[in-house]
Structure formats: structure tokens, C-alpha cells
């Protein structure tokens, strides 16, 4: 018999689906949502970590730590570095200044340096000319952010034009003076999670720092940040420390403790496991019933002149026409829990990143699992098939 005819022989005997064929249907679906549900959180974190990693700068950042005696050794071993993966070497070392909205109120934003590779793409307005031009995110925030609803956030896109006063402490947090920024242009703050961070130009930030750190004692044996390296790509980074390391410089670069996201992965997979052996189970004891109610049928495909491999063939596309319904039902199911999750969890800016992915391998790894042994079963139960069919024949 044509592979066609038997498919819609299968697809036929759906439309008339026994109470425990239902049953094993919505068991199947609840069992393919178990397996996307970790797999979806997986993905988040995993989907978390290359995002910061990718879009957080200061991963790309080196400080060299020491006193002021090792200044000329520390910048004569950069010298004679030939790498040109380093785009810029901060010798103040400081890679952020605090300017605050109110001395009051101690609201601040965090400024940082315009640095090739370290600025974000400005989506509204223009780039850094002018020697007081600042870029802010779109929507902005001069508190603790994580804390924040997204609807609190100032709207600085609608400042585009306009200009913003910020004011500048020393280290006795003492007002050294005021200055009138232009906000020139903004960034979508929401992948490099720095909603409270401006941009301004370089010789801008050297100047303002040079103004609050007017007071400021040397104390040469004091461990300090001496150097501040810029790295074009995360992959290059691992090179130049090494470089630094075996040259005797003490270095830090932030690192991103990613263990979390292996360890989600693990368990995913171990839930997995266990769900496909519970649905092994339940396989098994759907086939022992499911014979019991189609002997009938069988037996009719029998008397009909239906090979015992046509028989297996109508039975076997029958189940995974069953189980691919249970698929694409929990597909969509988790389509539509992971667009309410996400628009909740989107309110809040400490969540702004998350992204809920749907893992599609894992779960069809498990329908090729139960198909196959679907088959296998099949197989396997054919002569008891055949027996209790031809006594079901002489019934007819």
C-alpha cells in the first residue's frame, strides 16, 4: 500500500480520538512544555551572559595596578608592545567621572570617555563635535536603576537640542563647579544596561578631571590603577593580559561568573532525561491499552488483506501525527507564555536584557526519541497483534 494512503488512514483515525488517546495527547503536551520551560531558561541566562559580555565595555577594559615607582616600567613594557588590538591607554587612569543632577540630593549620572569602539550607536540625534556636547541614553535614569520601573525613567530623547546642568565634587565631596552639558544625541541604554551612563569627548573628561583631582595628595607607595588599556574585541583581551603577566604587571579585568548557565544546562538535560523515561512509561501502557481497543480495527485491516507492516505503518503514522499535534500545541503554548513573561518582566530596567529564546532541538531530540520507540514497540507487539486479530476475524 502507498505511503501516501496510509498517511491519510492515520490522519482519518485523529478525527475520531478515544478518551485515552486524549488523554495521552494532553500527557504529551504537558510533558514537551516540561522540556521547553528549563531549555527556555537556559536560554535567558545564556542569552544574559553574551549580552553583557558583548555589550558591556568594561569586559574589554584592562587596569594596571601599582605604585607611582612603577610607572616608567609599566608604560616603557606597553611601549614596546606591537599589538594594535589596543585602541586606547587611559595614563589617568580613571575610566569614569560622577556628575551630579543635584549635590543635594547626591543624584548622579556616570560619565565616560568618547573612545573608538566604546561608545554606543547614537539612535537619535547626532554624534560628539562640540566641546560640551554630551550623548545619554533614551531613556535614562540619575538613581539606582536596577530598582527602577521602565516608565520611570526620564525620556532624554525628548532633550535632544537641549542642555543639562551637572555638577562636579572632589574627593572631600565638596562642589568644585557647575557646568551646562548640550545633549546632542541618545542610545538605546537597554543592551549595554547603562541607563545612568553619558558620553562626552575626550579632551572634555581630561580637562574635568584634572579640575576635581586638582587636591588630590601622591602617595607613592600606594597600589593604584596606574594604566587603563582598551581592547577592540573580547577575544584579544586574554593575549594582552598575558602579555602583562609575564612581564611582572599586576592586571584585573572584570570577568563574568557564566558558571550559573552550565549548571542550568546540566539540570535541563537531566530533566529531559527523566521526562523522556516517564514517557517511555507511559508508552508503553498506552500501546498495551491502545491494542486492547483497536484489536477491532486491526482485525478489520486483516480481513480487509492488510499486510501485518501496513498494519504497523498505519498504527506507527497514526502516533506521530498524535505526537506532532503535541508538538506544535506545546509550541504554541510556550509562544504565548514567553510573550506574557517577557512584556512583564520588560517593565522593570533590571530585566530589560532578558530574552526568552525557544530551544527547538531539545524538543524535537525527544520526538525522534518517542517515534522511534513508537516503532520499536511495534515491532515488538506485532505477533500479539496478529494473534489476538485473527481470533477477533472468526468474531466478525
Known sequence: MKTKELFLLGFKSLKFLSLRKKIFLVIQIVIMLLILIPFGFY???SNAAETIINNQYEFREISLYGTSNDYEKYKSVLNEYENNHIVYIDELATPNIRAYTSVDSRNNFILKRKIEGFVPEVTNGNELNNKYDIICPEMATDVNFEELNYNDLINLEEKIGKTI???FLNSDDELVFSQEFNIVGTYNADFYYSYDTCYILNNTFDEILSKINSDLKEDSDTVKDLFILYVDNNENVEEITN??????????????????V???????????????????????????????EEYYNIALYKALGFKEKDIIKIIFIENILLIFVALIVSIVLFIFLKIIVTLYLHQFVAFRIVEIRLSIIPLFIYYLVIILLNYVFLKIDINEISSMSIKRIGEL
Request: charged letters at 15%; zero cysteines.
Open 262 to 292: 552550565n549548571y542550568i544546562l546540566l539540570l535541563s538535560i537531566f530533566i529531559m532525561i527523566i521526562l523522556v523515561i516517564t514517557s517511555i512509561i507511559i508508552l508503553i501502557n498506552y500501546f498495551k491499552n491502545y491494542y486492547k
Open 243 to 260: 602579555y602583562l603577566e609575564n612581564n611582572d604587571i599586576m592586571v584585573s579585568v572584570p570577568k563574568l561568573d557564566d558558571k550559573i
Open 43 to 45: 536560554s535567558v541566562f
Open 165 to 167: 546642568n551637572l555638577n
